[in-house]
Structure formats: C-alpha cells, structure tokens
C-alpha cells in the first residue's frame, strides 16, 4: 500500500516536498525489490509521469527537470519528492506508483507510461497560485 502526502496551496515560485510511505513490506531489503515513480494529473489532462527511482538509475520528465529531485528513506520506507519554483503549470493531483523489479516493464524509454506500475496511491492535492 502507498500513502502520499504533503499536498499543499502555495503561490508561485514555492516549494513543496510530498512523501510516499510504504507498507505492507516485509523490511527495508524488501523496500529495493521495487522501482518507484512519481506521477501527476490536471483536471482534463492524461496522468504523466513526473519522475523515476529505480536503484541506480533517477530519470525525470523535461517539465520539471532541474526543479524536483526524488529521494528516498529506505529505513522509513518512504519515497520524496522535493519540488522548487513550482508554477501553476505544476498544480495537479500527484500520484505515487510502484512496480516490482524482475517483471521485465521497467525501462528507461517507458518509465513514464503508466502500465509499467502495479501499484498505486491515492494521490495528494497540489495547488499553484499566480
């Protein structure tokens, strides 16, 4: 099961850092058993893959390339994405997704298409002010 939260309001220009917690793991090894991704949808507009965290490898979408950086506690089995200078353009439900490795459907052409992920969260709300 995945947990997002840390959605906010902010104004342009802000900063926000969303967290994923894991559960239902049996430990932190387990934790490195799955690759990660961080997605995002606007009212009208199809989910999109914002960034990735496979275990050696971090990829992120053009939009926000230099702006967020994921990161990951693997003892507290939570995954984050840390988001500067966000605009408008950023508000959207975020959505945390996992899969597990050996499965074959991760890859760094089609990270970002959503049927390379199992599992899903609930998404938390970001909202961006001008």
């Known amino acids: 099961q995945l947990l997002e939260s840390g959605g906010d309001s902010v104004q342009a220009g802000g900063s926000l850092r969303l967290s994923c917690a894991a559960s239902?793991?049996?430990?932190?090894?387990?934790?490195?058993?799955?690759?990660w991704a961080w997605f995002r949808q606007a009212p009208g507009k199809e989910r999109e893959g914002v960034a990735t965290f496979n275990n050696f490898i971090t990829l992120y979408s053009d939009a926000v390339d230099g702006r967020f950086t994921v990161s990951r506690d693997s003892a507290k089995l939570t995954l984050y994405l840390q988001m500067n200078d966000l605009q408008p353009e950023d508000a959207a439900m975020y959505f945390c997704a996992a899969g597990r490795q050996g499965s074959g459907l991760w890859s760094e052409e089609a990270w970002s298409s959503e049927s390379r992920y199992e599992y899903w969260g609930q998404g938390t709300q970001v909202t961006v002010s001008s």
């Open positions: 239902g793991l049996k430990s932190n090894f387990d934790y490195f058993d799955y690759y």
